[in-house]
């Protein structure tokens, strides 16, 4: 079946412009998951979000960072005024329900975020 | 606060030989570990992970990793590497209040094999 897809795979914007990201997980995942990795580095959590609950926002480094998510479909993670050091590639994963369970959180192929 | 930590940023190895790749974690509770690989244009792939029972898990491609809780450790291993696994390893750890709701990722190990 159909993986995580996100999108777009490239973005470049200008410093200070907002930009949008989008990430639909795989059909039937309750949990779904931002991350970024900066160049060179591994993977920082940014949010999750497990079916209707309220989202685990700890990992958001600024309040330029939200992210939304239609109920257990499309979200979209929002960057305002993009900094230099926003640039990194943001990798979305969903899983059926939460690690807890023993789930697998499968990741898409990310968004490259470029700030110039 | 959880951690992970690779010791080994970049390592080399002939095709052929064995392979492996040191994890270190802290984290207060039983962890749920995971290693995951990213290949040059392809997204994060699970190896294998760890959640309870036994020590040594068997994952896909041939690897296996063994937790040991004495030493914190949870290193992935593969008896004879092939050119195809040139890629980054990541080791993660699983994190989160009321449950294990994120990943924590170590910095990532790169592997190159030389024919």
């Known amino acids: 079946g159909a993986g995580v897809s996100q999108s777009p795979s490239n973005k470049v914007t200008e410093k200070g412009k907002d930009v949008e990201l989008r990430c639909d997980p795989i059909?039937?995942?309750?949990?779904l998951y931002w991350y970024r990795q900066r160049l060179g580095q591994g993977l920082e959590f940014l949010i999750y979000?497990?079916?209707?609950?309220?989202?685990?926002k700890s990992g958001l480094p600024s309040d330029r960072f939200s992210a939304e998510r239609t109920g257990e479909s499309v979200s979209t993670l929002t960057i305002q005024r993009t900094q230099q050091e926003d640039s990194a590639v943001y990798l979305c994963?969903?899983?059926?329900?939460?690690?807890?369970?023993?789930?697998?959180?499968?990741f898409g192929p990310g968004t490259r975020l470029t700030v110039l | 606060a959880q951690s992970v930590t690779q010791p080994d940023i970049h390592i080399t190895v002939s095709e052929g030989a064995s392979l492996e790749l040191r994890c270190n974690y802290s984290?207060?509770?039983?962890?749920?570990l995971f290693w995951y690989v990213q290949s040059p244009g392809q997204g994060l792939q699970l190896l294998l992970k760890?959640?309870?029972?036994?020590?040594l898990v068997q994952g896909i491609k041939g690897f296996e990793a063994e937790f040991k809780r004495s030493q914190s450790s949870f290193n992935l291993r593969k008896p004879s590497v092939h050119w195809s696994d040139a890629a980054e390893y990541f080791c993660?750890?699983?994190?989160?209040?009321?449950?294990?709701?994120?990943?924590?990722f170590g910095a990532g190990t790169r592997l190159a094999v030389h024919p």
């Open positions: 979000f497990q079916g209707n609950s309220a989202p685990d």
């Open positions: 059909s039937g995942h309750t949990a």
């Open positions: 984290y207060g509770a039983t962890p749920y």
């Open positions: 760890y959640f309870s029972g036994d020590t």
């Open positions: 993660a750890v699983g994190a989160g209040s009321g449950g294990y709701n994120k990943l924590i």
């Open positions: 994963a969903s899983s059926p329900v939460g690690i807890a369970s023993g789930d697998t959180q499968y």
